[in-house]
Structures are given as C-alpha cells and as structure tokens.
C-alpha cells in the first residue's frame, strides 16, 4: 500500500529555548507535537537558524516531517522563512528579504502582519510574499487575525497559522493544513519542497483555537519585561546587560 498520505497539519511558527523569550529544547517541542498528533512543525527562533536545523534533522525520529526556518527581523518587520537551511540576514528590507528567501528555496510568510507592538509589516510595505499568517493563536479579540485574512483574501495571498508558541502548550493552537501534490507513504517521508510549493501555490487551509488569554498576556508580559531589563542594564556602567539570553542575543545580531 503506497500514497496514502496527501495532506499534513503544521504548526509553521514555534519558538525553542534559542529565542531569547522561547523556552523548550526542540527535542521537548517535537516529542510534544508528535503526542498531540502534528505532522510537524517549524521551529522558527528570532534571528536563529541553528536549533531549527537541528529540529528538522530530528523531526524522522519522532515520525514528524523536518522542515527548517527562522523568523527574520527586516527593516520594516518580522517575516518568516520557511524551508531554509541559511537564516536570510537580518535588518535589510523587507522586500529584498522576501527575495533572499525565496533564492535559499524557502517560503516567505508574513507572521502577525500590521501588529506594530509584535514587529508586524505594516500593510503598505506588504508588496510582495508567499503567504499571510491569518491565524496566530496569540490573540486578545481576534481583529488582527481578521484584519490579516482580509487582507490576503483581497490580494489572493495563501493563508497560514502558527501558534507562535514560546511555552510548550501552546505548541498546536494554530495549524496549517497543506495538501500534497504528490501524497507519500509516510508523513516522514514528505520533502521540504513538498511544503514550500504548497505555500506557494496556495494549497493550504488554517485551522487554529485561542491561546488562552492568560497565557497570552504572560507571554507578552515575560518578552517586554526581558527587553525592557536588558535595555536597562545594558546602560549603566560595571553592570553586565541582563537578562544573559537577551544580551547574547542583541550580540550576535
């Protein structure tokens, strides 16, 4: 018996412990997506390439398809590379990023899209992508989430969802549901391209619940506070920056 698997279910926008506000290993997240039955999912660190390859590379082992990527900060915002082995440098345009990614063979998808408080593009510097995240489980009221699949749904854009996970249940809040062109025999066996051209071509469906709203205010609260402390303490003399995750970090990019 052979094809019979023709659609997977991802979870495209994960944070792991490489984030300077995630907090799992990837072997935790990928154990974990495995339990909740995902196909896979995308782990895809601010900046950070090293700990999504490893995640892809381990992903055969939790029977989970592997696929590579990072969440870029452009100039004018975050974007999402997905299926790339080489993180597209930061700070450039978001345009030239787009075009970055897509020469490393990956997807561009624009995450949390005109939510200037989250680093979202702003709606006038989205001139070009692969797809919109048009479900992110971090939500307080939904408007932005309505806002965004207005949006792609005008200019005829796929349509995403990523949990945007930093804590380890919230892994799975939001889902992307690709259909394969050519189904496989086993899910482990789909390709990076597989899932790329379907972003591409629009071959997705996005079936996401709320994060709940406690844990969604935590999650902002813990990133603000840390950047805050590290904003801080970066300015006073003899004191070394902290928190050590945000300061490694701001180092490194």
Do not use: W
């Not at 390439?49 to 915002?77: D, N, Y």
């Not at 702003?122 to 692969?130: E, I, L, Q």
């Not at 939500?139 to 965004?148: D, H, K, P, S």
């Amino acid at each position: 018996m052979g094809g019979n698997t023709d659609r997977i279910a991802l979870d495209l926008h994960v944070h792991s412990d490489a984030s300077y506000d995630g907090h799992e290993p990837v072997e935790l997240v990928l154990e974990h997506a495995a339990d909740i039955g995902l196909d896979g999912v995308v782990i895809t660190d601010h900046d950070r390439i090293e700990a999504s390859r490893k995640a892809a590379e381990l992903a055969q082992e939790f029977g989970l398809v592997g696929i590579p990527g990072v969440e870029v900060s452009t100039e004018h915002g975050h974007l999402l590379a997905i299926g790339v082995e080489e993180r597209p440098p930061a700070g450039k345009p978001f345009d030239e990023t787009v075009e970055r990614t897509r020469e490393l063979g990956g997807a561009a998808v624009v995450p949390h899209p005109f939510q200037r408080t989250r680093h979202g593009v702003r709606k006038r510097n989205v001139t070009d992508c692969d797809a919109i995240e048009t479900y992110n489980s971090m939500l307080f009221t939904g408007y932005q989430n309505r806002r965004a699949r207005r949006f792609a749904r005008a200019r005829d854009y796929a349509e995403v969802g990523g949990s945007d996970a930093h804590h380890l249940m919230n892994v799975g809040r939001a889902v992307t549901v690709i259909d394969l062109d050519d189904p496989v025999d086993r899910v482990s066996d789909v390709a990076v391209a597989q899932v790329v051209d379907a972003l591409r071509t629009g071959r997705t469906r996005v079936h996401g619940m709320r994060t709940p709203v406690h844990r969604s205010t935590i999650q902002y609260g813990v990133g603000a506070s840390r950047k805050v402390t590290y904003l801080v303490t970066s300015r006073l003399p003899y004191v070394r920056p902290r928190p050590r995750a945000v300061a490694e970090f701001m180092t490194d990019n």
